[in-house]
């Protein structure tokens, strides 16, 4: 439907044509703060503070990093990491990439020192 001012018109869109967005409930007790993060995450794929493809990867991986095996803390940084480069022909499909801790990526990016020949 149109809506004409005095030099305008507007356009209203009819409440049928809202898109409906239904909520799920949240299991039992949890709370964001608790040690759940694969649940969070699964439930925040939407949300701007958690990337859709984050998520997908930390609920593929069972909440693990693929580096050291440790789990994922809701405090820690999470780092997207190609497994083949993409310098190299690799792609950003889910299967190329996995989710590391932040010291995790840079110890798999960094070179390693002897500091007995220094």
């Known amino acids: 439907m149109y809506v004409r001012t005095l030099n305008f018109w507007y356009y ?3 409440h049928a044509k809202t898109k409906i967005v239904r909520h799920v409930k949240v299991k039992d007790t949890r709370s964001p703060d608790d040690d759940n993060l694969i649940y969070w995450s ?5 949300h701007p503070e958690m990337p859709k493809q984050k998520a997908k990867l930390l609920k593929n991986q069972k909440g693990k ?7 994922f803390r809701p405090d820690e940084k999470l780092e997207i990491h190609h497994i083949l480069p993409r310098v190299n022909g690799g792609s950003n499909f889910d299967e190329n990439l996995e989710l590391l801790h932040l010291h995790c990526h ?5 070179t390693f020192v ?3 020949e220094l």
């Open 12 to 14: 209203l869109p009819k």
């Open 114 to 116: 002897n500091t007995l």
């Open 42 to 46: 699964t439930r925040m794929g939407k």
């Open 65 to 71: 990093c693929t580096h050291c095996g440790l789990k």
């Open 106 to 110: 840079d110890a798999k990016h960094g």
